[in-house]
């Protein structure tokens, strides 16, 4: 039995479309104007953070209207854009079958991701949901898996599965393989530490099926 850790967004399902929806109905809702594409926010940022980057300045008041107007739209209608990539789904229940145990470390909250969960029947599939606003007192996806990897017996069978470089970052700093998907939203990223990259979902299966191949070294 491997416990995997996969990132949602980039990884598993495909959430630019409701994002980018509920993104552009916050500017309207409050008037104000994008600095950027929205199109250039669709990296894994945390919701500040790309909020942030598009207003082109940290003014709390407006990132705050902001973030509300988001949440409304993307809470009530904008998550239901999101669609797991093509293969996820199987690929998810063959791990499940195998005896693996699958968790979700993202820096989306955890409200939205438990909706699109249950929208996609992936409710029962996740042993843990583990997001950054669900975690009191951690700031970065590293910590969140820290503190997930001292709840499940620590990194001796554990391998992180993700898109960005952040993702890469988490699992470095706690000593795990990294699967380095390349159909999410990272692309210009590159590999550190001990990541092994994989272009399609049955890529990625082959890697995390066997157990030996997950509890230290990724296949080739």
């Known amino acids: 039995m491997a416990q995997l850790l996969f990132d949602f967004d980039g990884t598993l399902v495909d959430s630019a479309p409701g994002i980018?929806?509920?993104?552009?109905?916050a500017f309207t809702a409050t008037g104000l104007t994008a600095r950027i594409p929205m199109t250039e926010l669709i990296n894994g940022l945390p919701l500040r953070a790309a909020l942030v980057?598009?207003?082109g300045a940290d003014d709390l008041p407006r990132i705050a209207r902001l973030e509300a107007a988001f949440r409304e739209?993307?809470?009530?209608?904008?998550?239901?854009?999101?669609?797991?990539?093509?293969?996820i789904p199987a690929a998810l229940d063959a791990l499940r079958a195998a005896g693996h145990r699958l968790h979700i470390v993202t820096n989306k909250r955890l409200a939205p991701t438990q909706l699109i969960l249950a929208q996609l029947q992936w409710d029962a599939l996740f042993d843990t949901v583990n997001t950054l606003d669900s975690s009191p007192g951690?700031?970065?996806?590293?910590?969140?898996?820290?503190?997930?990897?001292?709840?499940?017996?620590?990194?001796a069978t554990a391998t992180m599965i993700g898109d960005t470089e952040e993702d890469a970052a988490a699992a470095l700093d706690n000593g795990l393989p990294f699967v380095w998907v390349r159909w999410g939203y990272g692309r210009e990223a590159r590999p550190q530490g001990n990541s092994h990259e994989v272009t399609s979902?049955?890529?990625?299966?082959?890697c995390l099926l066997p157990f030996a191949g997950v509890s230290r070294s990724p296949a080739p």
Request: charged fraction near 20%.
């Open 138 to 155: 951690l700031q970065r996806k590293s910590e969140v898996v820290a503190r997930l990897l001292s709840g499940i017996g620590g990194p």
């Open 73 to 87: 739209h993307y809470d009530g209608v904008g998550h239901r854009g999101t669609r797991p990539y093509p293969g």
């Open 53 to 55: 980057r598009a207003l």
């Open 201 to 206: 979902v049955a890529a990625m299966l082959q």
């Open 20 to 25: 980018l929806e509920s993104m552009r109905a």
